[in-house]
C-alpha cells in the first residue's frame, strides 16, 4: 500500500530553518510531481510548493518565495522541503502529496492523490 511519511518538524524560532522530509513507500513516486501543503488551525489547507518529477521545475506560494525550497531524491523515493527564515505565521501542520501527472505543477490539493499523515512545524516570535 502506497504511504507518505513526513518527518522533520518541530519547533523553531523566527528566523530559522527546518528541513523537511518526505519519505514514500509501497510504491515508487519517481514520476510524480510531489507537493507541500500546510494547514494552520482554524484555517483551509494551503499550497506552499510544488516539484515536478525531475526536479527541474518548481512553483511556490507567494507566501514562501525565496524562503522555501523543495528538492527531491528518485533514488530514495524522499521528496525535502527546505524553509529558512522561518516566521510564526509559518507555523502549521506540513503534509506533503503526490500528484498523478509528472509535469504538471499543480496549487489545488484536489490534484494531489496520495497524502502523508502531516507533521507539525511551530515557529515562535
Known amino acids: 500500500q502506497a504511504q507518505l511519511v513526513e518527518s522533520g518538524g518541530g519547533l523553531v524560532q523566527a528566523g530559522g530553518s527546518l528541513r523537511l522530509s518526505c519519505a514514500a513507500s509501497?510504491?515508487?513516486?519517481?514520476?510524480?510531481?510531489m507537493g507541500w501543503f500546510r494547514q494552520a488551525p482554524g484555517k483551509e489547507r494551503e499550497f506552499v510548493g510544488t516539484i515536478s518529477w525531475s526536479g527541474r521545475s518548481q512553483r511556490y506560494a507567494d507566501s514562501v518565495k525565496g524562503r522555501f525550497s523543495i528538492s527531491r531524491d528518485n533514488a530514495k523515493n524522499t521528496v525535502y522541503l527546505q524553509m529558512n527564515n522561518l516566521k510564526p505565521e509559518d507555523t502549521a501542520v506540513y503534509y506533503c502529496?503526490?500528484?498523478?501527472?509528472?509535469?504538471?505543477?499543480?496549487?489545488?490539493?484536489?490534484?494531489?492523490?496520495?497524502w502523508g499523515q502531516g507533521t507539525q512545524v511551530t515557529v515562535s516570535s
Open positions: 502529496a503526490a500528484h498523478s501527472g509528472g509535469n504538471l505543477l499543480p496549487d489545488s490539493a484536489s490534484d494531489y492523490d496520495y
Open positions: 509501497g510504491r515508487t513516486f519517481s514520476r510524480n510531481a
